[in-house]
């Protein structure tokens, strides 16, 4: 066997490894699914507690944007720290563009105070 079909056979490998750990779960769960589906099995179970109402409620939207502008100040936290841990080897031109980053997020943390989007009610 030459060098390259070697290296492509154990390509070959890895891809077939990838292609039975993906399908495995899905056959799994086909064979310990429910056989005879009742409306006991098929009732959704939380908490042990029965189910109350339509399952299709109306959530109000400031749930939704409280969670974003979470997620915002959450990948803000997650791209100034690896920022600051090399702060002293990038120079003031790093500096400045940390300080445009964080001015924009907190003319956007203005807007979203004053739009009174941060109050959980």
């Not at 070959?12 to 006991?40: C, D, E, N, W, Y």
């Not at 690896?82 to 203005?110: C, D, N, R």
Request: hydrophobic content about 60%.
């Amino acid at each position: 066997m030459s060098g390259y079909t070697w290296h492509y056979t154990f390509l070959g490998i890895f891809f077939l490894i990838a292609t039975v750990f993906a399908m495995l779960p899905l056959v799994a769960a086909r064979v310990v699914r429910p056989k005879k589906p009742s409306t006991g099995k098929l009732d959704p179970y939380e908490c042990g507690m029965e189910k109350v109402g339509d399952a299709w409620i109306q959530f109000k939207i400031q749930y939704y944007l409280y969670a974003l502008v979470f997620i915002v100040f959450d990948v803000e936290v997650v791209l100034i720290l690896p920022w600051a841990v090399v702060f002293q080897k990038l120079g003031f031109f790093a500096f400045v563009e940390m300080a445009i980053f964080l001015l924009i997020l907190f003319v956007g943390l203005i807007y979203v105070w004053r739009k009174r989007d941060l109050e959980w009610y």
